[in-house]
């Protein structure tokens, strides 16, 4: 049978997973840039700052460069989830 996804439509193979948590796949909530992290307040800034840090191993002044160079319209932004069952953020960067 003829595969009908043109080469350009086919998922790639290393599409980026939804972080998990709890032992549950989060829930996608929204792509934000700097600007809309910054509005839910300190501690979703923390907890970015921190996914930065420790899992994608960014440190010194590469982490708030990062973090100010988020743009929700382009690249990188980030991608929030949020945990269903203890409510925690969670993040992914999309540098595409
Ligand atoms: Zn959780």
Redesign the pocket.
């Known amino acids: 049978m003829a595969n009908p996804l043109s080469a350009d439509e086919v998922i790639p193979v290393q599409a980026p997973l939804t972080p998990v948590?709890?032992g549950?796949e989060?829930t996608f909530v929204m792509r934000e840039g700097i600007e809309d992290i910054r509005r839910y307040g300190p501690e979703m800034m923390r907890a970015l700052h921190l996914h930065i840090l420790h899992e994608m191993h960014i440190s010194g002044s590469a982490a708030p460069r990062l973090l100010g160079s988020l743009d929700r319209d382009s690249a990188p932004a980030a991608v929030v989830y949020r945990?269903?069952?203890?409510?925690?953020h969670h993040f992914r960067i999309d540098q595409n």
């Open positions: 948590c709890c549950e989060t945990c269903p069952r203890c409510g925690r």
